[in-house]
């Protein structure tokens, strides 16, 4: 019983990472990092989970969420953009969330161009901002996939 309790609630947590790692207001890696270290305490299946790979796993998803954070601002002022074209890139997300895939994909990018344009920078200099926010937007995606597949691998690997 508590086995299955267990591994139900991992699963949730895994699932709900996932979905996390598509919507901003959710920490999606460290939640699926969660379900991992909950199956360690699974009784049938403890002995399968390592605490090594279950406490790199955890220092790899702390640096993935530092670097999503890190990356999009990185990226904006790599490329000399300001604060507004951050934010920009930011409620761009938000916004472009409730317009499907499409819209988390370009919303960042028509925010931080947005916000560019508000602070009083020349059209041109405001879409090399917004690509330099869409740039790191990007990479912080995908660093939290490749995070979710190596999650995801051991999850499945210390189930079966």
Avoid: R
Avoid at 5 to 13: D, F, R, T, W
Avoid at 27 to 33: D, H, I, Y
């Amino acid at each position: 019983m508590l086995d299955s309790l267990l591994i139900a609630l991992a699963i949730i947590l895994l699932i709900v990472g996932i979905i996390g790692s598509v919507l901003p207001v959710l920490p999606g890696p460290p939640l699926s990092w969660l379900g991992l270290l909950i199956l360690k305490f699974v009784p049938s299946i403890h002995d399968h989970v390592s605490w090594k790979v279950i406490i790199l796993l955890g220092v790899f998803t702390i640096i993935v969420t530092v670097l999503d954070n890190i990356l999009p601002i990185w990226g904006t002022k790599k490329v000399g953009g300001n604060n507004k074209v951050v934010l920009g890139a930011g409620i761009g997300f938000v916004a472009g969330f409730w317009f499907g895939p499409l819209g988390i994909i370009l919303g960042p990018f028509v925010g931080a161009l947005i916000g560019g344009l508000i602070s009083g920078t020349h059209i041109n200099q405001a879409f090399k901002h917004a690509s330099g926010a869409f740039i790191g937007f990007l990479a912080g995606v995908v660093l939290k996939f490749v995070n979710l597949g190596v999650l995801m691998f051991y999850f499945v690997k210390f189930l079966i």
